[in-house]
C-alpha cells in the first residue's frame, strides 16, 4: 500500500521523504490555509521534494471554474494529481482530465455509489473518508471494503482506492488488510506508526547491555 502525507508543510515532508517513508502527498484547500502560504508556490515545491503523485484540489465549484484551474495546476510539474470534488461538475471535469493524460484524485467520497461513478469517470484515485464518517457514527472502514469487493467485480475499473481522513494507526493496518491501494494520513500519524512501548524498552535494554559489554563496532 503506498503512503501518502496528507500535508501542506514542506518541513514534515521533508523529513519524511528523505527517510523514503512516504510515495506522493496530498493536500486539500484547509491543508494549504494552514499552510499559511500561496497554493501554487507550496505545490511547486512539494512537487520537487517527491517523485510520486502530489494532489492539489481545483476551488472553483464549476466545470469552467474547475478546468482553468486545473490548467495552471497541471502546468506546476509532472507529478502533479488534480483533485476534484465528488460533484456533477467535478466528475465531468475529472473525465475531461483523465482524457487529456492528467492524473486525478476525486474526493469527498462518502459512499460505494459516487465511488462507482469517480472510476466511471476514469479517476486515478478516489478518496473515502474514512474519519469523517467514524465522526458521524458510520463505518468509514466498511466503506473502504464495499468498494475494494465492487471494484474488484469490475478488473476494467481502474481507479485506486487511496484511503483518506484516517486518525490513528489501527485505521491504517485496517485499511492495508483490506487492501486499499493507498493510504493518505498526517504527518504526525506516519511518525506514530513507527513507534511502539516494546521497541522503546526493547532498544534500552539492548543498549544497556551493549555499553556493559565495553565494545565498540568502529
Ligand atoms: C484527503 O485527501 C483529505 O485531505 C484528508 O484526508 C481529509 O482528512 P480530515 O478528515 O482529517 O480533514
Redesign the pocket.
Known amino acids: 500500500m503506498k503512503i501518502f502525507a496528507?500535508t501542506a508543510d514542506t518541513q514534515a515532508i521533508g523529513h519524511l521523504s528523505e527517510a523514503g517513508l512516504i510515495d506522493g502527498v496530498?493536500?486539500?484547500p484547509?491543508?494549504i490555509a494552514k499552510s499559511g502560504r500561496n497554493v501554487l508556490d507550496v505545490a511547486r515545491e512539494i512537487c520537487a521534494m517527491v517523485d510520486g503523485p502530489v494532489?492539489v484540489e481545483v476551488a472553483s465549484p464549476d466545470y469552467d471554474g474547475m478546468m482553468k484551474e486545473a490548467a495552471v495546476i497541471a502546468d506546476i510539474a509532472a507529478n502533479i494529481c488534480i483533485?476534484l470534488p465528488l460533484t456533477f461538475d467535478g466528475l465531468r471535469a475529472c473525465r475531461a482530465l483523465t482524457h487529456q493524460g492528467h492524473k486525478t484524485?476525486v474526493?469527498l467520497c462518502f459512499s460505494v455509489a459516487q465511488a462507482l461513478l469517480a472510476a466511471k469517470a476514469g479517476a486515478t484515485f478516489v478518496?473515502p473518508?474514512v474519519?469523517?464518517l467514524d465522526d458521524i457514527n458510520l463505518d468509514g472502514i466498511e466503506l473502504i471494503s464495499q468498494i475494494r469487493r465492487v471494484y474488484d467485480n469490475y478488473p476494467e475499473l481502474k481507479t485506486e482506492i487511496?484511503a483518506?481522513?484516517?486518525?490513528t494507526r489501527n485505521h491504517v493496518a485496517r485499511v492495508a488488510g483490506i487492501g486499499a491501494d493507498a493510504a493518505?494520513?498526517?504527518a504526525a500519524l506516519i511518525e506514530a506508526m513507527i513507534s511502539h512501548p516494546l521497541t522503546d524498552k526493547g532498544l534500552e535494554g539492548f543498549m544497556k547491555d551493549w555499553a556493559a559489554t565495553g565494545q565498540s563496532i568502529l
Request: no cysteine; aromatic share 4%.
Open positions: 496528507d496530498t493536500t486539500n484547509s491543508l494532489s483533485k484524485n474526493t478518496s473518508f474519519g469523517r487511496l483518506a481522513s484516517l486518525r493518505t494520513m498526517p
